[in-house]
């Protein structure tokens, strides 16, 4: 079945520190893949995309991710966190149709 | 520029009630959808629209019921709540669908049923 698996729920780094956040598919394709950040009492707002082309890809806020076709990972990163960074951070897949499926989400905490 | 807007922000419903969830977004966006928030279970795709007069089911449709009148209005219907439905909804749109356009969401609605 395709789906979108997140390791980690909780994931706390000090400011300063680099940022990975895990996230895997399951899909004989590629699918299109999507970070999202959510900030508390908020909707989600997209971070960063990849469809196709360069695999490393930019998205705002210093964050950026890289698609890994043989790892079927597309794990999220940033070189120095900031306390504005903490929030809940979804990866989702479009598997080739209408829907967006949604890992079950990170929840990052920045350390003083 | 109001973007995508759900109302009521909460709601307390006892169970068998019924109620509308109310979303509208002003972008002209074809793609709606509704998803579901659960801790540790992220988002779920309830129902969603690839333009008026079209619905289709998600991954969690049953208990709810959607329609599509307007380019600019999905309003999700609990026809008879029950508590397992207590969750936050969030509405979202896109231009064209979920392959390229990035979904726009609204604030959600926090909902309890007892």
């Known amino acids: 079945a395709q789906s979108v698996t997140q390791l980690g729920s909780h994931v706390s780094v000090s400011e300063g520190a680099l940022v990975l956040l895990r996230c895997n598919y399951s899909s004989s394709v590629p699918p299109y893949l999507f970070w999202y950040v959510q900030y508390p009492n908020q909707g989600l707002q997209l971070l960063l995309k990849y469809t196709t082309g360069a695999t490393l890809v930019k998205g705002i806020n210093g964050f950026e991710a890289e698609f890994k076709k043989s790892e079927t990972s597309f794990h999220l990163t940033k070189p120095s966190a900031h306390m504005s960074d903490a929030a809940e951070y979804f990866c989702?897949?479009?598997?080739?149709?209408?829907?967006?499926?949604f890992g079950t989400g990170t929840r990052l905490t920045i350390i003083p | 520029n109001a973007g995508v807007t759900q109302t009521p922000k909460f709601q307390v419903l006892k169970t068998g009630q019924s109620m509308t969830l109310q979303c509208a977004q002003d972008m002209n966006h074809e793609y709606m959808s509704w998803y579901r928030q659960d801790p540790g279970m992220g988002l779920r795709l309830i129902h969603y629209s690839v333009g008026a007069g079209i619905t289709d089911q998600g991954e969690v449709p049953n208990g709810y019921n959607v329609s599509r009148s307007t380019t600019e209005d999905f309003p999700l219907r609990l026809l008879s709540a029950a508590p397992s439905q207590t969750s936050v909804y969030f509405c979202a749109s896109s231009y064209s669908g979920v392959d390229n356009s990035p979904l726009h969401f609204g604030n959600g609605t926090r909902l309890t049923v007892t």
């Open positions: 989702a897949a479009n598997f080739g149709n209408e829907k967006l499926t």
